[in-house]
């Protein structure tokens, strides 16, 4: 059975604050320091939470910005960099993942999925999301490699 993680940001700051996470996916450990550091000050912005709204979506947002972008970068330039990461997330969430989905919005400000992982034809996909009641619902899906999908 197909099983998929969606990377939500507690997801991704978790990762961030993992060094396991930088040893079995190098192509992120440029962020590491950075990653580790806002990690804790996450934490830190969770325990006061009544003292400052917003206060943590604001300290985090560059991070899952950076996180966001480069995981596009390298679907488009070799998906099977992303491939770690699919394994590292399905033993953290104790199965085997075969998809991660990362949602994000583009320069115009659209909604898109990036799916990634062996589950996925070509190992990746981008998709436009239409949204629609309380799920998304993918509008349309093109490889990433295609021209169509350069507008992130």
């Known amino acids: 059975m197909d099983k998929l993680v969606t990377l939500t940001s507690t997801i991704v700051l978790q990762m961030l604050g993992d060094t396991v996470f930088y040893r079995r996916n190098p ?3 440029f962020m590491m320091d950075n990653g580790l550091a806002i990690s804790r000050q996450f934490a830190e912005l969770q325990r006061k939470q009544q003292q400052c709204k917003g206060c943590t979506e604001r300290a985090i947002h ?3 910005a950076t996180f966001a972008m ?3 970068l390298a ?3 070799d998906p099977s960099l992303l491939m770690p990461l699919v394994e590292y997330l399905g033993e953290r969430m104790g199965f085997k993942a075969t998809a991660v989905n990362l949602y994000y919005k583009d320069s115009s400000q659209a909604q898109r999925e990036l ?3 062996p589950g996925v034809p070509g190992l ?3 998709a436009l999301v239409e949204q629609g009641g309380s799920h998304a619902a ?3 899906s093109t490889p990433v490699g295609s021209s169509q999908a350069g507008s992130s």
């Open 27 to 29: 192509i992120y450990l």
């Open 62 to 64: 560059g991070s899952l």
């Open 70 to 72: 480069h995981t596009r």
């Open 75 to 77: 679907a488009r330039f």
């Open 115 to 117: 799916r990634f992982g």
């Open 124 to 126: 990746v996909s981008d």
């Open 138 to 140: 993918v509008h349309s």
